[in-house]
């Protein structure tokens, strides 16, 4: 998928519009995440990221659409978690009550390679009863048995405790938008590859580039006969400079090749410099590299 294709006629349209269908399918994974099963969320994850390389594509970008795509599922699907995890804690704040409950229990996931191992607390009212929900889970050793903590409860049990400081959702929220913004910047920027800026740009950095750009924006149709005559006319009246070299611009010939030029300043009786030109054809009668021309 990495070979060029067409650009789109209306590229901007087109590229808001896939970002509007990233943002969409991103917000509808939030909305589903509750109702649909691991493997249907995979599936459909795998539908938006095909879809993505078609629409992708249309731009007309050198890189490859699958890539930029999978870049996109990846951030959405980030964008999706964090989201998720942001609205849980907005549902806690909303819903839950806040209560001094008492550690009764602690323990630590048990070792996996290097996964990281997140600390639990069991936790219970002053009464003795438990508080509704999983347990309080941390990523560090916070709380000892039998501490008294502060803790916002789920009274329906379907959300586990958190700290006043855990149930905070700003940090999410600005997670969740980043990543966001990350796969709309894919979009734009593989809609800035296909642009036409962007292929004339990575034309002047190709061998002949600058001749090729030149020629495709002045309108430049002379023919390679015409360019040399003009080329041989320059050589005659251009004055040379204080190093006695006559100086030239290469992208005014983009269909004579410097060893061409070179060949021509032979039969004039000058010689091409090889060396040190930083953009210009320079010719004399002395030169430190010679260009070869035969």
Known sequence: M??????ARYPV??????GVYALAAATGMILLTDDLRPVAQIFLWIVHGVLLIVLIRKLGAKESSAYASLFIVLTSAMSVYVADVARDDLTLQQRGKTVTATVVKKWR?????????????ALEHKDGTKVPGP?????SD?????????????PKGELRPETPGQADATGDALGSGAFALAALGAVGWMSWRGSDAA???????????????YKTVTGNHSTSEEQEEKLREALCAYPADRRGYIKVHPEEYPDVTQQRAARIAWEMGL??????????WRFGETVAEQVPHD
Request: glycine residues 10%; proline residues 6%.
């Open 2 to 7: 990495n070979r060029p294709t067409r650009r």
């Open 13 to 18: 349209p087109l590229a808001a519009g896939i």
């Open 109 to 121: 996931d048990p070792a996996q390679g290097r996964k990281a191992r997140d600390y639990h607390y």
């Open 135 to 139: 347990a309080l889970k941390a990523t």
């Open 142 to 154: 916070e709380f000892e048995v039998g501490q008294s903590i502060t803790v916002i409860e789920d």
């Open 199 to 213: 292929r004339r740009r990575d034309a002047r950095k190709q061998p002949g580039g600058v001749r090729k750009a």
């Open 271 to 280: 010689h091409a410099e090889a060396f040190g030109n930083r953009g210009s």
